[in-house]
T-cell receptor, first 111, second 113 residues
Framework: RKEVEQDPGPFNVPEGATVAFNCTYS??????FFWYRQDCRKEPKLLMS???SGNEDGRFTAQLNRASQYISLLIRDSKLSDSATYLC????????????FGTGTRLQVTL | DTEVTQTPKHLVMGMTNKKSLKCEQH?????MYWYKQKAKKPPELMFV???????INESVPSRFSPECPNSSLLNLHLHALQPEDSALYLC????????????FGNGTRLTVT
């Protein structure tokens, strides 16, 4: 089993739709969780950290389920500019030293 | 604009060349990283420096040689690369504390001919 797994997609959704991605991780000792966004041929950019109590940033909501070992990202009212690959990132050891990336989920928002 | 600056943005080199990739950050981060990313794949960790000391080497071939001259700079020296080493090379930095995310540079797109 991979350390961090994501559905590669692509998820094709119309503008204005709500879309959710899940990411599962295998190491129960994992401490830190992040969602990154990566546009084609660009560097990954931090979208949001994921906290135990869940957190929201505008149209984006992240949740953590430690019992089932997954994190989720919900995007409401999708925009064309949300089209990108969304990478789930997990840190097993509690430090920033060895983040593990999921393979990414491709989102395409269409008119 | 990214706060981690990488140069050059693009690099084409032959298999016998020696070149260096450079990375600079002024955020006071004490952890710096090199990642390699192939198309349609996630970034793969190569090296981690913590307080200017190499703390992680993910079994990277010796034709890649990292260097951290000071807390703001990170270099990756390249020598005798293979065509399969062509990829996007990403530098990142972070605070050396729990739950701190990585900040990536724009990357250097390397082509080995």
């Amino acid at each position: 089993r991979k350390e961090v797994e994501q559905d590669p997609g692509p998820f094709n959704v119309p503008e204005g739709a709500t879309v959710a991605f899940n990411c599962t991780y295998s190491n129960s000792a994992s401490q830190s969780f992040f969602w990154y966004r990566q546009d084609c041929r660009k560097e990954p950019k931090l979208l949001m950290s994921v906290y135990s109590s869940g957190n929201e940033d505008g149209r984006f909501t992240a949740q953590l389920n430690r019992a089932s070992q997954y994190i989720s990202l919900l995007i409401r009212d999708s925009k064309l500019s949300d089209s990108a690959t969304y990478l789930c990132v997990v840190t097993p050891s509690g430090t920033a030293s060895k983040l593990t990336f999921g393979t990414g989920t491709r989102l395409q928002v269409t008119l | 604009d990214t706060e981690v600056t990488q140069t050059p943005k693009h690099l084409v080199m032959g298999m016998t060349n020696k070149k260096s990739l450079k990375c600079e950050q002024h955020m006071g981060h004490r952890a710096m990283y090199w990642y390699k990313q192939k198309a349609k794949k996630p970034p793969e960790l190569m090296f981690v420096y913590s307080y200017e000391k190499l703390s992680i080497n993910e079994s990277v071939p010796s034709r890649f040689s990292p260097e951290c001259p000071n807390s703001s700079l990170l270099n990756l020296h390249l020598h005798a690369l293979q065509p399969e080493d062509s990829a996007l090379y990403l530098c990142a930095s972070s605070q050396e504390r729990r739950n701190r995310p990585l900040h990536f540079g724009n990357g250097t797109r390397l082509t080995v001919t």
